[in-house]
């Protein structure tokens, strides 16, 4: 009976300790920049080659989008919270209140899945493996305002 009372008492403790031991393993090989390129783009319906990442600031990924006909530039912000994806327009408010679509995404070896479901509850799906959204260092340093 004691040794019952013991592991039901540890059992919190250790998934605790398992959960904080897995640590980014929810992001595969994937790091913020390339999971918010790839987030950013399936929200607007884009493909992810068409978003630069240019800056990193903290947890805040400031991505930037031309568009061709006029050539105007975009500025978006993006912050993963565990599984879940935050983006914004560069001085707009995050999209996160129930009318606003939710993003999240599952990675797996060097697959990334995303997503987007709205507020009916439809969701979409778009996958991308890892040579699609593979991001250098940003092309301009302090871009966020």
């Not at 918010?36 to 990442?53: D, E, G, H, I």
């Not at 560069?90 to 939710?102: Q, S």
């Amino acid at each position: 009976m004691a040794i019952r009372t013991s592991v039901l008492t540890l059992s919190p403790v250790l998934f605790t300790m398992l959960l904080a031991g897995c640590g980014d393993s929810v992001k595969g090989q994937f790091t913020d920049a390339e999971i918010c390129r790839a987030s950013v783009a399936t929200a607007l319906n884009k493909a992810p080659k068409l978003f630069n990442v240019e800056d990193v600031n903290g947890k805040v990924v400031y991505l930037t989008h031309y568009e061709n006909d006029d050539w105007q530039r975009d500025i978006y912000r993006c912050k993963l919270e565990g599984t879940k994806v935050l983006w914004a327009t560069e001085k707009g408010p995050w999209k996160n209140t129930p009318a606003d679509n939710t993003l999240t995404f599952a990675a797996n070896d060097d697959k990334l899945t995303i997503m987007n479901t709205d507020a009916d509850g439809q969701q979409t799906d778009k996958h991308f493996k890892f040579d699609q959204l593979k991001v250098d260092t940003p092309t301009i340093q302090g871009l966020k305002g």
